[in-house]
């Protein structure tokens, strides 16, 4: 079974998405900061160590989502386009409450 390559539109789309992903990540990273040491007033020490916990519990989440994506059965649209059919969503949702 030979697999048919993407398309240029869904490339495309996918560098769009992973663009304003990284993008928003980084208005997070950069005014959460900004927040924590001019209004709540913590050393900068203390909001790094912050950061650090947060991107490690990040890291050790991510296992376990891909494993959780790789046990579930594969949806209408495949296995991995429905899992971020029904996630981006809730991901901008909880980003936006985040925030």
Same mark, same amino acid.
């Given at each position: 079974?030979?697999?048919? $390559?993407?398309?240029?539109?869904?490339?495309? +789309?996918? %560098?769009? %998405?992973?663009?304003?992903? !990284?993008?928003?990540? !980084?208005?997070?990273?950069?005014? +959460?900061?900004?927040?924590?040491?001019?209004?709540?007033?913590?050393?900068?020490?203390?909001?790094? &160590?912050?950061?650090? #916990?947060?991107? &490690?519990?990040?890291? /050790?989440?991510?296992?376990? +989502? %891909?494993?959780? #994506?790789?046990?579930?059965? $594969? %949806?209408? +649209?495949? *296995?991995? *386009?429905?899992?971020? @059919?029904?996630?981006?969503? @809730? #991901?901008?949702?909880? /980003?936006?409450?985040? @925030?």
């Amino acid at each position: 079974m030979s697999k048919k $390559p993407l398309s240029s539109a869904l490339k495309t +789309w996918f %560098g769009v %998405g992973d663009f304003l992903y !990284s993008l928003s990540v !980084s208005f997070k990273t950069y005014y +959460w900061t900004y927040f924590l040491t001019t209004v709540v007033a913590l050393p900068l020490a203390a909001v790094g &160590v912050m950061n650090t #916990i947060i991107n &490690v519990f990040d890291f /050790i989440m991510s296992f376990l +989502w %891909g494993a959780l #994506i790789d046990a579930m059965k $594969p %949806g209408k +649209w495949g *296995r991995y *386009r429905s899992m971020l @059919l029904i996630m981006a969503p @809730l #991901i901008v949702i909880s /980003i936006a409450f985040h @925030l």
